[in-house]
């Protein structure tokens, strides 16, 4: 695998399109297995779903962008000539 594009260095054929990776099993029509794993990442199955919303952070970042746009529009507004 190459560090700029996370794709591995083997040769997977004339078409790796399709072609089931040799460390997975496959079905009877040959495709892979749909699993959590690979062998780049790791497990992907992390078990426990998201917590609930911090609706305080989204309230905050949400008047955070408010503001922001309220200041780039004083400063347009300052600059126009309007």
Known sequence: MT??????????GSSAA???P???PADDDGHAA???TDSAHGDHDHGEP???A???AWTAGIL?????LLVAVCL???TSGL
């Open 34 to 36: 749909a699993t959590p």
């Open 50 to 52: 998201l917590g609930p």
């Open 64 to 68: 955070g962008v408010a503001a922001g």
């Open 76 to 78: 347009w507004l300052s």
């Open 3 to 12: 560090d700029t594009t996370h794709v591995s260095d083997e040769i997977q």
């Open 54 to 56: 911090d609706w305080g």
């Open 22 to 24: 040799p460390d997975e």
């Open 18 to 20: 399709g072609a089931t």
